[in-house]
């Protein structure tokens, strides 16, 4: 009996093996950067390599898509993953009625993408009126007051901004990933929060297609929210976590 736990790639036939991929050569375009490909997948294990897609990228690179077949797979049941943050979201006014029941003043969220990152799709989705996907973003609650500062944000200005709006939540949305460049980021904004006693003040939430609760954790982060992540995940996350810490604090 076959083990369905171990699987493999395939792409026309079931087991066939196949993968695409898609890389970038430093060779110009040309018969000699397409064998270089071809060669180069053979090295990494792949057979039957064809490619699909040469084109000329410019400055000397040669951008290739490529198919090739592999006997490598995996037991399923033996894969572990990061713990995620599991939430059942609530709703935008179940959200607001839990605070409103707690607090007597909305809480403030200071959010931006910091440092080089330019990419604002995610942090205006969980902040911005609209939200996305028909689920509001934080600026329609009543009971946040929340506060996005945009893009390519220094640390520096981002901390001095959620003291000066007495802020008790902080976002953080990075997208670029090249040389681990959200790593440091992230990073720098908890470093400098902690060398001026500040850490304790907010809850601190980074968020991002590469972001996962794990990876945020251990940068010393509260929580992370990755893909698929929606406002009502993070609205619904700082509601709850606010008045476990009101409640503990009484």
Request: glycine share 10%; hydrophobic share 45%; net charge negative.
């Amino acid at each position: 009996m076959t083990n369905s736990s171990i699987i493999g790639p395939y792409g026309d036939t079931l087991g066939d093996g196949q993968v695409q991929l898609s890389f970038t050569l430093p060779a110009p375009h040309g018969p000699k950067a397409e064998e270089a490909a071809k060669q180069l997948l053979a090295r990494m294990g792949f057979k039957d390599v064809r490619v699909a897609v040469s084109r000329d990228i410019g400055g000397g690179f040669t951008f290739f898509v490529a198919y090739g077949r592999t006997s490598q797979t995996v037991n399923l049941d033996e894969v572990t993953v990061d713990p995620v943050l599991e939430l059942e979201a609530l709703g935008m006014h179940e959200v607001d009625d839990l605070l409103a029941g707690e607090f007597e003043r909305p809480i403030v969220v200071v959010g931006a993408c910091i440092g080089s990152d330019a990419h604002t799709v995610g942090i205006d989705a969980i902040l911005n009126m609209k939200g996305f996907a028909g689920d509001y973003g934080l600026e329609r609650y009543h009971m946040f007051d929340a506060h996005n500062l945009g893009a390519q944000v220094e640390p520096e200005e981002l901390i001095r901004r959620a003291v000066e709006l007495d802020a008790s939540a902080i976002l953080v949305s990075q997208v670029v990933t090249q040389k681990d460049a959200h790593i440091h980021q992230l990073a720098r904004l908890v470093e400098l929060l902690e060398a001026e006693g500040l850490r304790d003040r907010f809850l601190l939430i980074a968020g991002g297609p590469y972001i996962s609760n794990a990876l945020a954790k251990e940068l010393g982060y509260d929580a992370g929210f990755g893909r698929g992540a929606k406002p009502s995940h993070v609205a619904t996350w700082i509601a709850r976590r606010m008045i476990e810490e009101e409640r503990t604090a009484d």
